[in-house]
Protein backbone atom coordinates (compact mmCIF):
# COMPACT_ATOMS: atom_id res chain seq x y z
CA UNK A 1 0.00 0.00 0.00
CA UNK A 2 1.60 2.96 0.67
CA UNK A 3 3.96 5.42 0.45
CA UNK A 4 7.05 7.11 2.96
CA UNK A 5 5.53 10.42 4.19
CA UNK A 6 8.51 12.68 5.48
CA UNK A 7 11.45 12.40 2.81
CA UNK A 8 12.21 12.93 -0.73
CA UNK A 9 11.26 10.45 -3.08
CA UNK A 10 14.50 10.98 -5.14
CA UNK A 11 16.54 10.29 -2.41
CA UNK A 12 14.68 6.76 -1.55
CA UNK A 13 14.49 5.54 -4.72
CA UNK A 14 18.74 6.14 -5.49
CA UNK A 15 19.37 4.74 -2.42
CA UNK A 16 16.71 1.29 -3.07
CA UNK A 17 17.99 1.28 -6.34
CA UNK A 18 21.53 0.14 -4.83
CA UNK A 19 19.90 -2.56 -2.63
CA UNK A 20 17.59 -5.25 -2.42
CA UNK A 21 13.87 -5.81 -0.86
CA UNK A 22 13.51 -7.26 2.29
CA UNK A 23 11.05 -9.89 0.93
CA UNK A 24 12.65 -10.60 -2.21
CA UNK A 25 16.32 -11.21 -1.04
CA UNK A 26 17.98 -14.10 -3.66
CA UNK A 27 19.88 -15.61 -1.10
CA UNK A 28 21.78 -14.51 2.58
CA UNK A 29 24.59 -11.87 2.35
CA UNK A 30 27.39 -14.54 3.30
CA UNK A 31 26.12 -17.59 1.25
CA UNK A 32 29.32 -18.35 -0.04
CA UNK A 33 30.63 -18.73 2.91
CA UNK A 34 27.56 -20.61 4.77
CA UNK A 35 29.71 -24.00 4.52
CA UNK A 36 32.71 -23.26 5.56
CA UNK A 37 32.03 -21.31 8.89
CA UNK A 38 33.84 -18.42 8.04
CA UNK A 39 30.79 -15.97 7.68
CA UNK A 40 32.01 -12.29 8.41
CA UNK A 41 30.57 -10.40 11.77
CA UNK A 42 28.31 -8.02 10.89
CA UNK A 43 29.54 -4.30 10.12
CA UNK A 44 26.30 -1.66 10.58
CA UNK A 45 28.78 0.74 8.47
CA UNK A 46 28.53 -1.26 5.67
CA UNK A 47 24.70 -1.74 5.34
CA UNK A 48 21.74 0.64 4.19
CA UNK A 49 18.37 0.67 4.95
CA UNK A 50 15.28 2.67 4.68
CA UNK A 51 12.61 1.75 6.95
CA UNK A 52 9.31 2.97 8.24
CA UNK A 53 6.39 1.87 10.41
CA UNK A 54 2.99 3.91 9.97
CA UNK A 55 -0.43 3.74 11.48
CA UNK A 56 -3.81 5.31 12.20
CA UNK A 57 -6.48 4.08 13.77
CA UNK A 58 -8.88 5.88 11.06
CA UNK A 59 -7.22 5.96 7.29
CA UNK A 60 -8.93 7.09 4.47
CA UNK A 61 -6.51 6.82 1.42
CA UNK A 62 -6.60 7.43 -2.65
CA UNK A 63 -4.61 5.78 -5.45
CA UNK A 64 -4.11 8.13 -8.45
CA UNK A 65 -2.32 6.37 -8.75
CA UNK A 66 0.72 7.31 -6.56
CA UNK A 67 -0.70 6.08 -2.75
CA UNK A 68 -1.85 8.92 -0.78
CA UNK A 69 -3.20 7.77 2.86
CA UNK A 70 -4.15 10.20 5.47
CA UNK A 71 -4.54 9.34 9.20
CA UNK A 72 -6.71 10.33 12.29
CA UNK A 73 -4.79 8.59 15.29
CA UNK A 74 -1.55 9.19 13.81
CA UNK A 75 1.73 7.70 14.30
CA UNK A 76 5.01 7.15 12.71
CA UNK A 77 8.64 6.38 12.71
CA UNK A 78 11.34 6.09 9.78
CA UNK A 79 15.05 4.89 10.01
CA UNK A 80 17.60 5.70 7.64
CA UNK A 81 21.08 4.83 6.86
CA UNK A 82 23.45 5.03 4.20
CA UNK A 83 26.63 2.91 3.24
CA UNK A 84 29.80 4.04 4.95
CA UNK A 85 28.17 6.80 7.37
CA UNK A 86 28.49 6.97 11.05
CA UNK A 87 25.10 7.60 11.84
CA UNK A 88 21.88 6.85 10.72
CA UNK A 89 18.36 9.13 11.20
CA UNK A 90 15.30 8.69 13.28
CA UNK A 91 12.37 10.50 12.26
CA UNK A 92 9.43 10.07 14.74
CA UNK A 93 5.79 11.80 14.76
CA UNK A 94 2.54 11.94 16.37
CA UNK A 95 -0.35 13.38 15.71
CA UNK A 96 -4.11 14.25 16.20
CA UNK A 97 -4.45 13.81 12.44
CA UNK A 98 -2.04 14.07 9.21
CA UNK A 99 -3.46 14.52 5.64
CA UNK A 100 0.39 13.39 4.08
CA UNK A 101 2.88 15.27 3.05
CA UNK A 102 1.55 16.20 -0.40
CA UNK A 103 -1.34 18.12 1.01
CA UNK A 104 0.24 19.04 4.58
CA UNK A 105 3.59 20.67 3.51
CA UNK A 106 2.60 21.08 -0.08
CA UNK A 107 -0.88 22.27 -0.91
CA UNK A 108 -1.80 23.63 2.50
CA UNK A 109 1.34 24.97 3.48
CA UNK A 110 2.32 26.79 0.27
CA UNK A 111 5.32 24.81 -0.02
CA UNK A 112 7.18 22.15 2.06
CA UNK A 113 10.71 23.63 3.57
CA UNK A 114 13.30 21.08 3.57
CA UNK A 115 14.80 19.43 6.97
CA UNK A 116 16.02 21.93 9.67
CA UNK A 117 15.38 25.01 6.99
CA UNK A 118 12.67 26.25 9.43
CA UNK A 119 9.18 26.89 8.87
CA UNK A 120 9.29 28.95 5.56
CA UNK A 121 6.45 28.46 3.86
CA UNK A 122 4.56 31.09 6.18
CA UNK A 123 1.32 28.92 5.40
CA UNK A 124 -1.02 26.48 7.31
CA UNK A 125 0.39 24.35 9.77
CA UNK A 126 -0.99 21.14 11.35
CA UNK A 127 -1.84 22.52 15.11
CA UNK A 128 -1.82 18.42 15.95
CA UNK A 129 1.58 17.08 15.27
CA UNK A 130 4.82 16.27 17.04
CA UNK A 131 7.49 16.17 15.57
CA UNK A 132 11.88 14.74 16.40
CA UNK A 133 14.53 13.70 13.90
CA UNK A 134 17.56 12.50 15.47
CA UNK A 135 20.62 13.38 14.97
CA UNK A 136 20.19 17.12 15.44
CA UNK A 137 21.63 18.79 12.43
CA UNK A 138 21.20 22.47 13.54
CA UNK A 139 22.79 24.60 16.36
CA UNK A 140 21.06 24.70 19.34
CA UNK A 141 17.30 23.35 19.03
CA UNK A 142 16.50 21.18 16.36
CA UNK A 143 14.50 23.38 13.46
CA UNK A 144 13.07 19.93 12.08
CA UNK A 145 11.65 19.45 15.20
CA UNK A 146 7.88 19.81 16.39
CA UNK A 147 6.13 20.79 18.81
CA UNK A 148 2.15 21.36 18.90
CA UNK A 149 1.85 24.41 21.57
CA UNK A 150 2.66 26.91 19.26
CA UNK A 151 2.72 26.79 15.57
CA UNK A 152 2.10 30.09 12.43
CA UNK A 153 -1.53 29.63 11.07
CA UNK A 154 -2.54 31.66 7.90
CA UNK A 155 -2.12 34.28 7.31
CA UNK A 156 1.40 34.67 7.63
CA UNK A 157 2.75 36.20 11.14
CA UNK A 158 -0.58 34.57 13.40
CA UNK A 159 1.14 33.17 15.96
CA UNK A 160 -1.96 31.28 17.85
CA UNK A 161 -1.13 29.17 21.01
CA UNK A 162 -2.43 25.62 20.14
CA UNK A 163 -2.73 22.29 21.93
CA UNK A 164 -0.14 20.91 24.41
CA UNK A 165 1.09 17.65 23.19
CA UNK A 166 -1.11 15.60 26.00
CA UNK A 167 -4.40 16.59 27.30
CA UNK A 168 -7.88 15.48 28.37
CA UNK A 169 -9.25 12.92 25.64
CA UNK A 170 -6.10 13.79 23.11
CA UNK A 171 -2.18 12.19 23.08
CA UNK A 172 0.52 13.07 20.09
CA UNK A 173 3.96 12.93 21.14
CA UNK A 174 7.46 11.83 19.15
CA UNK A 175 10.50 11.05 19.72
CA UNK A 176 13.88 9.83 18.81
CA UNK A 177 16.15 8.51 21.37
CA UNK A 178 18.96 8.57 18.89
CA UNK A 179 19.50 8.11 15.18
CA UNK A 180 18.78 3.79 15.59
CA UNK A 181 15.56 4.21 17.81
CA UNK A 182 12.05 6.49 17.74
CA UNK A 183 9.04 6.05 18.70
CA UNK A 184 5.29 8.03 18.03
CA UNK A 185 1.91 8.56 19.26
CA UNK A 186 -1.80 9.85 18.07
CA UNK A 187 -4.42 9.13 20.01
CA UNK A 188 -7.84 11.44 19.95
CA UNK A 189 -11.62 11.18 20.59
CA UNK A 190 -14.86 11.57 18.64
CA UNK A 191 -13.82 11.07 15.42
CA UNK A 192 -15.81 10.69 12.34
CA UNK A 193 -18.81 9.03 14.85
CA UNK A 194 -15.75 6.89 16.32
CA UNK A 195 -15.53 7.37 20.29
CA UNK A 196 -11.80 7.37 20.13
CA UNK A 197 -9.24 6.50 17.36
CA UNK A 198 -5.36 6.15 17.77
CA UNK A 199 -1.84 4.46 17.61
CA UNK A 200 1.20 3.86 18.54
CA UNK A 201 4.80 2.87 16.77
CA UNK A 202 8.14 2.00 17.60
CA UNK A 203 10.92 1.36 15.94
CA UNK A 204 15.03 0.45 16.71
CA UNK A 205 17.81 -1.31 14.97
CA UNK A 206 20.40 -2.39 16.83
CA UNK A 207 23.47 -1.70 15.88
CA UNK A 208 25.81 -5.07 16.98
CA UNK A 209 23.89 -6.99 15.03
CA UNK A 210 21.68 -4.93 12.88
CA UNK A 211 18.47 -6.46 13.30
CA UNK A 212 15.34 -4.18 13.24
CA UNK A 213 12.02 -4.62 15.21
CA UNK A 214 8.82 -2.21 14.77
CA UNK A 215 5.84 -2.71 16.70
CA UNK A 216 2.81 -0.68 16.11
CA UNK A 217 -0.80 -0.89 17.40
CA UNK A 218 -4.16 1.05 16.00
CA UNK A 219 -7.31 0.97 17.19
CA UNK A 220 -11.12 2.44 16.66
CA UNK A 221 -13.40 2.60 20.37
CA UNK A 222 -16.94 3.06 20.01
CA UNK A 223 -17.86 3.58 15.94
CA UNK A 224 -21.68 4.85 15.88
CA UNK A 225 -24.11 2.45 13.92
CA UNK A 226 -22.12 -0.60 13.93
CA UNK A 227 -24.26 -3.59 13.29
CA UNK A 228 -21.60 -6.23 15.02
CA UNK A 229 -18.41 -5.13 16.84
CA UNK A 230 -18.04 -1.69 17.68
CA UNK A 231 -14.39 -2.00 18.00
CA UNK A 232 -11.44 -2.96 16.90
CA UNK A 233 -7.53 -3.17 16.96
CA UNK A 234 -4.75 -4.46 14.88
CA UNK A 235 -0.64 -5.64 16.31
CA UNK A 236 1.86 -5.90 13.83
CA UNK A 237 5.84 -6.58 15.08
CA UNK A 238 8.23 -6.63 12.23
CA UNK A 239 11.97 -8.31 12.65
CA UNK A 240 14.21 -7.80 9.95
CA UNK A 241 17.77 -8.73 9.99
CA UNK A 242 19.99 -7.80 6.91
CA UNK A 243 20.94 -10.84 5.73
CA UNK A 244 17.45 -12.78 6.61
CA UNK A 245 13.75 -11.97 4.95
CA UNK A 246 11.58 -10.04 7.31
CA UNK A 247 9.24 -12.13 9.69
CA UNK A 248 5.81 -10.59 11.11
CA UNK A 249 4.07 -11.22 14.14
CA UNK A 250 0.49 -10.20 14.31
CA UNK A 251 -2.80 -10.04 16.13
CA UNK A 252 -6.45 -8.55 14.99
CA UNK A 253 -9.06 -7.88 17.61
CA UNK A 254 -13.03 -7.27 17.61
CA UNK A 255 -15.29 -6.91 20.52
CA UNK A 256 -18.48 -4.91 21.24
CA UNK A 257 -17.56 -2.30 24.02
CA UNK A 258 -21.25 -2.22 25.46
CA UNK A 259 -21.56 -6.11 25.96
CA UNK A 260 -19.05 -6.80 28.37
CA UNK A 261 -21.24 -8.13 30.40
CA UNK A 262 -20.97 -11.64 28.69
CA UNK A 263 -17.96 -12.87 29.18
CA UNK A 264 -16.31 -14.81 26.43
CA UNK A 265 -18.96 -13.52 23.70
CA UNK A 266 -18.27 -10.22 23.13
CA UNK A 267 -14.72 -10.63 21.57
CA UNK A 268 -12.82 -12.38 18.71
CA UNK A 269 -8.86 -12.66 18.13
CA UNK A 270 -6.60 -14.16 15.78
CA UNK A 271 -2.92 -13.78 14.97
CA UNK A 272 0.08 -15.79 14.27
CA UNK A 273 4.13 -15.12 15.32
CA UNK A 274 7.20 -15.21 13.59
CA UNK A 275 5.19 -15.23 9.81
CA UNK A 276 7.78 -15.09 7.05
CA UNK A 277 6.56 -12.23 5.12
CA UNK A 278 6.38 -14.42 1.24
CA UNK A 279 4.12 -16.48 3.61
CA UNK A 280 2.10 -13.62 5.48
CA UNK A 281 -0.48 -12.95 3.39
CA UNK A 282 -1.25 -17.08 3.56
CA UNK A 283 -1.62 -17.47 6.69
CA UNK A 284 -3.29 -14.11 7.46
CA UNK A 285 -6.42 -14.64 4.77
CA UNK A 286 -6.70 -18.40 6.44
CA UNK A 287 -7.13 -17.52 10.23
CA UNK A 288 -9.42 -14.63 8.59
CA UNK A 289 -11.82 -16.74 7.25
CA UNK A 290 -12.36 -18.66 10.09
CA UNK A 291 -13.98 -15.89 11.64
CA UNK A 292 -15.18 -13.79 8.09
CA UNK A 293 -18.80 -14.08 8.64
CA UNK A 294 -18.50 -13.03 12.28
CA UNK A 295 -16.44 -10.02 11.50
CA UNK A 296 -18.48 -8.94 8.43
CA UNK A 297 -20.44 -5.95 9.75
CA UNK A 298 -17.54 -3.90 11.48
CA UNK A 299 -18.00 -0.24 11.20
CA UNK A 300 -20.98 1.90 9.89
CA UNK A 301 -20.26 0.64 6.22
CA UNK A 302 -19.28 -2.79 7.20
CA UNK A 303 -15.95 -2.49 6.47
CA UNK A 304 -14.47 -5.58 7.05
CA UNK A 305 -12.12 -6.77 4.53
CA UNK A 306 -9.40 -7.80 6.00
CA UNK A 307 -6.90 -9.18 3.22
CA UNK A 308 -3.78 -7.54 3.88
CA UNK A 309 -2.05 -5.37 0.89
CA UNK A 310 1.36 -6.60 0.23
CA UNK A 311 3.64 -5.18 -2.41
CA UNK A 312 6.06 -2.45 -3.27
CA UNK A 313 5.33 0.97 -2.47
CA UNK A 314 4.78 3.89 -4.69
CA UNK A 315 7.52 5.62 -3.58
CA UNK A 316 11.15 4.59 -3.78
CA UNK A 317 9.97 0.33 -4.68
CA UNK A 318 10.38 -0.95 -1.15
CA UNK A 319 8.51 -3.70 0.46
CA UNK A 320 5.23 -2.70 1.70
CA UNK A 321 2.56 -4.79 3.91
CA UNK A 322 -0.32 -3.18 5.56
CA UNK A 323 -2.84 -4.83 7.42
CA UNK A 324 -6.23 -3.34 9.29
CA UNK A 325 -9.24 -4.54 11.45
CA UNK A 326 -11.64 -3.61 8.94
CA UNK A 327 -11.16 -2.05 5.22
CA UNK A 328 -13.38 -1.12 2.23
CA UNK A 329 -12.75 0.12 -1.26
CA UNK A 330 -14.46 2.41 -3.10
CA UNK A 331 -12.78 2.66 -6.52
CA UNK A 332 -13.58 1.94 -9.92
CA UNK A 333 -11.65 -1.02 -11.73
CA UNK A 334 -12.50 1.33 -15.20
CA UNK A 335 -10.22 4.01 -13.41
CA UNK A 336 -6.92 1.51 -13.15
CA UNK A 337 -3.91 3.64 -13.46
CA UNK A 338 -5.80 7.31 -13.53
CA UNK A 339 -7.48 9.58 -11.08
CA UNK A 340 -9.78 7.65 -8.60
CA UNK A 341 -7.75 3.88 -9.33
CA UNK A 342 -9.20 3.51 -5.84
CA UNK A 343 -10.01 5.08 -2.35
CA UNK A 344 -11.67 4.03 0.63
CA UNK A 345 -10.88 3.35 4.39
CA UNK A 346 -8.86 1.32 6.69
CA UNK A 347 -9.69 0.87 10.52
CA UNK A 348 -6.77 0.29 12.92
CA UNK A 349 -4.30 0.59 9.60
CA UNK A 350 -0.57 -0.16 10.39
CA UNK A 351 1.60 -0.38 7.50
CA UNK A 352 5.23 -1.45 7.55
CA UNK A 353 7.53 -0.52 4.43
CA UNK A 354 11.12 -1.31 4.33
CA UNK A 355 14.57 -2.25 2.12
CA UNK A 356 17.89 -3.47 3.65
CA UNK A 357 20.56 -3.64 2.07
CA UNK A 358 23.15 -6.51 2.31
CA UNK A 359 26.11 -5.93 4.16
CA UNK A 360 29.33 -7.10 2.64
Same mark, same amino acid.
Given at each position: ?13 ? !? ?12 ? #? %? #? $? ?16 ? !? ?7 ? *? ?20 ? %? ?19 ? =?? *???? /? ?7 ? $?????? @? ?12 ? /? ?10 ? $?? %? ?9 ? $? ?30 ? &? ?31 ? #? ?9 ? !? ?35 ? !??? =? ?15 ? &?? #? ?24 ? &???? %??? /? ?8 ? @? *??? @?????? &? ?10
Amino acid at each position: MSIRMHRSTARAAA !IAGSLVLVGAMAAP #A %H #A $ADAGSGNKAAFDWSQSSY !ILTVRSGGL *ETFAHIPRDLPQDAGYSFVELV %HDTGQSQGQCESWGAGYWLGQ =EV *EEGV /LGAGAAPPD $AGDVSG @GYRNPTTSRQVRPN /LSAGDSQSDRHP $AL %HNYFPPGNDVY $AFPPEGPGYKWTAKCDNDLKGQGQGDVLNVGG &IQAVGSTAQAAVDKATGVYTATSRSYVLGIEGA #AGFDSASSFMQ !ITNRPDKDATVTYRMSYFNSGDLNKPGKNGITFGGTD !IPV =EQFADQFNSNAKTFGSA &IA #AVGPAGAATLQPEVGVSTDGNRYSIT &ISAG %HGN /LGLAARAGGL @G *ENQ @GMRLGA &ITFQGVYGQNS
